[in-house]
């Protein structure tokens, strides 16, 4: 079965960085569109960014410039570099996969930004 799971996520201040890895099994998704997804407290669910197994790229806009998608075909892994965080980045990330007519979610990681 799909199993996605989430790694990388913590506490970090303002200005800072964290990369977010996805370890994916359960079948190799290297002609599938993965994702992050978020969400905040009180907030839906939101796409951060995508990537085509082409590699190409699509972000929130909220994100563009700061955050950065990347993938391993070879790992069947998926990575999100996150720079100059926000404290409105808080939430708990998820790793997403298209996959079969629907998309599988991981159990997520929680990213903490403070002030």
């Known amino acids: 079965q799909v199993q996605l799971v989430e790694s990388g996520g913590g506490l970090v201040q303002a200005g800072g960085s964290l990369r977010l890895s996805c370890a994916a099994s359960?079948?190799?998704?290297?002609?599938?569109?993965m994702g992050w997804y978020r969400q905040a407290p009180g907030k839906q669910r939101e796409q951060v960014a995508s990537i085509t197994g082409a590699g190409r790229t699509d972000y929130l806009d909220d994100v563009k410039g700061r955050f950065s998608i990347s993938r391993s075909h070879a790992k069947n892994a998926l990575y999100l570099q996150m720079n100059n965080l926000k404290p409105e980045d808080t939430a708990v990330y998820y790793c997403?996969?298209?996959?079969?007519?629907?998309?599988?979610y991981g159990q997520g990681t929680q990213v903490t930004v403070s002030s």
């Open positions: 359960g079948a190799s998704f290297s002609a599938n569109v």
């Open positions: 997403a996969v298209g996959y079969l007519g629907r998309t599988f």
